[in-house]
């Protein structure tokens, strides 16, 4: 199947649907509940973590010094919450949870407003024919493709209109360079045709015929 036969299959069979919604930035009601989770699940470590199981890890410098561990605990607890905080907003906008957990809300608030409204869901995509599948799939690839190959094509046709009009002028300048030849070779001939008699018997055939005689024995000398 070709490329233009296989566009216009999918064109005919499969209408380009109409493009979503942009994906607000805001967090949703899911992505407020994750970050809701989150700080809660964090806090409870914090609290594990108290004092009184600090200072029980080292009681030498609670008994000696306890305004200084002390101090150190909450350092020690306030390093590790603005880590933990900053590592999991770097995973969030590193894998862009907020936009995906926005963006499955929208797609759940449509499904509930279909629901509720009887619209019919379509056809299922296991329900549709291999054909249509797989042109769905192809088809942005088989566009690109198509536009890249017209181009090509149009660049093709332009380079061959360039040569035939290059062969033209040279074709002229051919047949210009015959006729001159030709012109050439008649007066040529013509002129043979009349000095013909006059070299036939006359002075310049015995110039000539002496001329030979010379050269003859001037190789002859040279043999010897």
């Not at 181009?151 to 360039?162: D, I, K, M, S």
Request: glycine residues 8%; negative net charge.
């Amino acid at each position: 199947m070709s490329t233009t036969s296989a566009t216009a299959v999918l064109q005919s069979r499969t209408p380009s649907p109409a493009p979503p919604p942009p994906i607000p930035l805001t967090p949703g009601p899911r992505a407020t509940q994750l970050q809701i989770l989150y700080t809660n699940a964090l806090t409870h470590t914090l609290r594990t973590c108290s004092y009184a199981n600090f200072a029980a890890c080292f009681p030498t410098p609670a008994l000696r010094a306890p305004d200084v561990l002390a101090s150190v605990w909450r350092q020690v607890t306030a390093q590790v919450e603005e880590r933990a905080r900053r590592e999991f907003e770097g995973i969030l906008g590193e894998r862009e949870v907020v936009g995906g957990l926005n963006q499955l809300d929208r797609l759940v608030a449509e499904a509930r407003g279909r629901r509720e409204r009887g619209d019919s869901v379509g056809e299922a995509p296991h329900t549709l024919p291999p054909e249509r599948l797989y042109l769905a799939h192809l088809a942005p690839y088989l566009m690109e493709t198509e536009k890249e190959l017209e181009a090509r094509l149009r660049g093709v046709r332009a380079e061959n209109e360039e040569l035939i009009g290059e062969i033209g002028r040279q074709r002229v300048q051919v047949e210009r360079l015959v006729e001159g030849f030709e012109a050439v070779v008649r007066d040529l001939e013509s002129a043979n045709e009349v000095m013909g008699g006059v070299v036939e018997g006359g002075d310049l055939a015995r110039e000539v015929e002496e001329v030979e005689r010379e050269l003859k024995a001037a190789g002859r000398e040279a043999k010897l």
